[in-house]
């Protein structure tokens, strides 16, 4: 039996991980002709620690959510993907994803790389893609890279 899927969302943090699993995401939606979903999470519990905080900081990750994004649009434009849609939200990461924009995009797959750029809370509380993996509506595809991909990772989080 061979799967299609039409609608596949792929978390996008700006690490090597999550670039693989763009690539394999863009790969897998021109295969299946289907609709790529591109989402980065800005995790605004990290602005509440900040005694002065005062939406600057969201303003400078919004905008480089949306220059991050733009760029994987671009490309996987250029790969021959025709439907692509940019989805920028807030929360935490792994509710965001697993909960809101898998439902709202309608995924029927999320792709995600295994492991992103937050290595202290994934050490605290689990890795946004276990979490993903647990709650998500729909299947998901966990993106490990090859293992110099992966060398470069653990070289970058150290």
Known sequence: MTLSYKRILVAIDGSKASEQAFKEATAVARRNNATLGLVHAIDTRAF???TSY???MTD????YAEKLLGEYKDVA???GLEHVEIHIEYGSPK???SREVAKSFNADLIMCGATGLNAVERL???SVTE????HAPCDVLIVRGTASDLDEVVKEEL
Do not use: C, F, M, Q
Not at 60 to 63: G, I
Not at 131 to 134: L, N, P, S
């Open 48 to 50: 509440s620690a900040v």
């Open 124 to 126: 605290l509380v689990g």
């Open 54 to 56: 005062d939406g600057a």
């Open 77 to 79: 434009i250029k790969n």
């Open 95 to 97: 509710t965001v994803i």
């Open 60 to 63: 400078k990750a919004t905008e």
């Open 131 to 134: 979490y993903v993996i647990r």
